[in-house]
Structure formats: C-alpha cells, structure tokens
C-alpha cells in the first residue's frame, strides 16, 4: 500500500481531486467460492480494514453474479481506500491496524496474484453515485509509444470529456497512477483505472447507442494501448465501509 508514493501524474491544475487513492485489485484464494469471498471481504475484513488511522473514505467493488456465467473474471474485487496525503498514507505502514489488515489477507485473498495501485482521481462527471446503480471499472492501458505524463494528459484532457454528454452517465472518475509506477523505465500493470456509475444494466446498455459513446470508441485508439490486448472490465456494485 505504501509504494510508488513520488510526484502526481495528473497536476492540480488538470482538475486532480485533493487526497491520494489506493487500488487493490483482488482474486479470490484458490478453492474458494465466489460466495464465501464475497461474505468473508464484507463481513470481515471489511470492518478490519475500517480501523486504519487517517483512511478518508474505504470502498468496495463487488463483481455482478452474472458476471461469472462464462467463467471467471479478471478479478474478483476492487478495494479502494482514500487518504488526505501521502504522508497520511505512509504513516499508517507501522500501526497495528495496518499488520492485522495484511496478516487477514491470506485468509481469502490470492496473495500472490495481488496487484496494488497508487493513484490520482481526476472526477469528469460530477454526478451523485445512483443508489443501487452499476458501477463499472475499467483497467486502462495507455499507449505504449507515447510518454506517459502525455498519454496521462490526453486521457484527462481530449478522451474521457468525450464521454461526460452520454445522457445515461450519472458521474465518471478517472484514477491516473503515480509517475513512481514507471520509475526505471517499467510500466505498472494498469495506467489508471476508469471508473463510470449507471442507474441501471439497462442504462449502461442504452449508453453505447449514444453519439458521445461513438464519439468515444473512434477516439480509443489514439488512447489506448493498441498491442491487442483486451482491456479488462468489471461491473460492480459498490459497498461504502468508511466516508468521512
């Protein structure tokens, strides 16, 4: 939780929300299933992670059931956690809340499949988060022959206001990694994450009828990592441990 804490990618002046954000990306530990992952993360970790001293706001995503019909997803579940800096962030690596959190990981999580990120939001649509709605997150693979505090910016900047007039839309987040992620020339498994919230499945649906939605899709290869390699999605519903 504590890495690639060095400079923004995305500047204030770009629309960077104040705070920092973690993302764990998760897989549920072999022989488990789906159900019992789900109840153990909610029930109790969820609670053991809410203690962490100086966490802003604690969320999880939790994939659709019928997500799984044709075998199973990227990931299991998204943890995000917020901290009012990386300071707040750092401080917490030698609390006992923060061992107890790791040492509970092992008891349902995949250890070593594992992915942590350290990110930026940059919010785009500014809308409540629908009660009951669909929140879908997408891992993002900027291009790769591009540098990427310039891929970061044309994300922010050019690409995803295309998708703010999409009626359905309800609110739009992009989480940008921390320029850390590509110290020595290495690219972190995701550049950032976007994050979009609809009313409804349905909703979702009528959106990729849409002009703005087109609008999007002709844009996506002057942002997207075009090697081939798909860039996976997850729909979720959302579980709010901590909002302060």
Excluded at 204 to 231: H, K
Aim: aromatic share 8%.
């Amino acid at each position: 939780m504590i890495s690639n804490m060095v400079q923004p990618m995305i500047p204030e002046a770009m629309g960077r929300e104040a705070g920092i954000k973690v993302c764990e990306l998760i897989r549920r530990r072999p022989g488990m299933s789906v159900e019992e992952f789900q109840t153990y993360w909610s029930e109790v970790h969820g609670p053991i992670v809410s203690e962490l001293p100086g966490l802003r706001r604690y969320a999880q995503s939790h994939p659709l059931p019928g997500g799984y019909r044709k075998g199973p997803l990227p990931y299991d579940g998204v943890a995000e956690l917020w901290f009012d800096d990386k300071e707040g962030l750092r401080a917490i690596a030698g609390t006992h809340e923060f061992a107890r959190a790791k040492a509970d990981e092992a008891n349902f999580i995949d250890t070593t499949k594992l992915v942590e990120l350290v990110l930026d939001e940059v919010t785009l649509k500014d809308g409540p988060i629908p009660e009951g709605g669909i929140k879908s997150i997408g891992f993002v693979r900027l291009r790769r022959d591009v540098p990427p505090p310039e891929a970061h910016r044309y994300w922010a900047e050019v690409h995803g206001p295309l998708a703010v007039p999409i009626p359905q839309l309800r609110r739009y987040v992009q989480s940008h990694v921390r320029a850390g992620a590509y110290g020595t020339g290495k690219r972190p498994a995701y550049d950032g994450l976007a994050v979009t919230w609809f009313d409804s499945l349905d909703d979702m649906r009528a959106s990729a009828a849409t002009a703005a939605y087109a609008a999007v899709m002709e844009d996506g290869p002057r942002t997207l990592d075009p090697s081939g390699i798909p860039t996976p999605t997850l729909l979720t519903r959302e579980l709010v441990f901590v909002d302060r």
